[in-house]
């Protein structure tokens, strides 16, 4: 049972570097987040999709693109990355709305931009 | 707007009880609760939704206010593994497609 599926776990970029973070449910949910998570922050949505096909920005979108192309995977891009992007980054699914069912969570991905 | 919780950090002796403050300044539609220990996933505990319901979970429960805005959480007879932080998640929308989490409580429970 693998769950939420986060790759990778590390990864160190350069300021202006780009890059795609994976994450693949096996569970067939409907909707999936992506989080990052910064220190005294707790955890803020970057953007989200409720069904393959669809995305919608979260709280803090600036600099990031998704896409769902396929139901079990959504996909996080920093186009050009910047030191105020390094953070913890967690993807999550849930298999109805947000409201009535719980959210998996992957194990993260930790991000550093130098 | 994140919901405001309340303690940020509180220590425990074994066997003592605690309770974790979660605040809206916006209708509350529903409450999710999670614990995340260090380095790794949080994980859930339980969902309330809006009516006022109270829940359980082993010796973890909580209520939700609606008039208040407000849930709280419950941990009695603390044990060592209930360490971690502690997030709320609130939908404000009524929309139920995405939560808003606090900033989290620490919790650290000693021998």
């Known amino acids: 049972n693998a769950g939420v599926t986060q790759t990778p776990k590390f990864r160190v970029l350069k300021t202006g570097q780009s890059m795609t973070l994976l994450c693949a449910q096996d569970?067939?949910?409907?909707?999936m987040y992506w989080y990052r998570q910064d220190p005294g922050m707790g955890l803020r949505l970057i953007h989200y999709?409720?069904?393959?096909?669809?995305?919608a920005k979260g709280e803090v979108p600036d600099g990031y693109n998704v896409s769902r192309l396929k139901k079990q995977n959504f996909l996080l891009g920093l186009e050009s990355a910047a030191p105020s992007q390094t953070s913890v980054y967690f993807c999550a699914s849930s298999s109805e709305t947000g409201v009535t069912q719980p959210q998996h969570f992957g194990d993260g991905t930790r991000l550093s931009i130098l | 707007q994140q919901p405001v919780q309340s303690p940020q950090a509180v220590i425990l002796r074994e066997g003592e009880d605690a309770v974790i403050n979660c605040s809206s300044s916006?209708?509350?539609?529903?409450v999710h609760w999670y614990r995340q220990k260090h380095g790794e996933a949080p994980v859930f505990l339980m969902i309330?939704?809006?009516?006022?319901e109270q829940k359980g979970h082993d010796k973890i429960s909580a209520s939700f206010n609606e008039k208040k805005q407000q849930s709280s959480l419950y941990l009695t007879a603390s044990q060592l593994s209930y360490s971690g932080t502690y997030f709320c998640g609130t939908d404000n929308t009524g929309t139920a497609s995405k939560l808003t989490f606090g900033t989290g409580t620490r919790l650290q429970v000693t021998l």
């Open positions: 569970m067939n949910h409907e909707y």
């Open positions: 999709s409720v069904g393959e096909g669809t995305t």
């Open positions: 916006k209708a509350l539609y529903s």
């Open positions: 309330l939704l809006k009516g006022g």
